[in-house]
């Protein structure tokens, strides 16, 4: 089992910045990637931003430019910096891991707020 513990939301106004951080624990070997989903009040759930082991890295056309993704592998933690935030950024944001055989975790969660 693995669980992931999110930090780092809250209420800022537009254009500022917000760090997230997600600290995966439990069955952390074998770890494929991990990841920011997020999701706005009547939307779908979308990707953010990815990074995998090896360091490849994907994000949301909605956020490049703005957002970074970074891990330190040592800690097993990813975080996502959050730079000139927009109020359409405003979502639940959630950290996902990518284990061993393809096996998707989730964290609780993190409210992220932009006021315009």
């Known amino acids: 089992q693995v669980q992931l513990v999110e930090s780092g939301g809250g209420l800022v106004q537009a254009g500022g910045s917000l760090r997230l951080s997600c600290a995966a624990s439990?069955?952390?070997?074998?770890?494929?990637?991990m990841g920011w989903y997020r999701q706005a009040p009547g939307k779908q759930r979308e990707l953010v931003a990815f990074i995998t082991s090896g360091g490849s890295i994907n994000y949301a056309d909605s956020v490049k430019g703005r957002f970074t993704i970074s891990r330190d592998n040592a800690r097993n933690t990813v975080y996502l910096q959050m730079n000139s935030l927009k109020p359409e950024d405003t979502a639940v944001y959630s950290c996902q891991l990518i284990g061993s055989g393809g096996r998707p975790y989730w964290g609780q969660g993190t409210q992220v707020t932009v006021s315009s």
């Open positions: 439990g069955s952390t070997f074998n770890i494929y990637g």
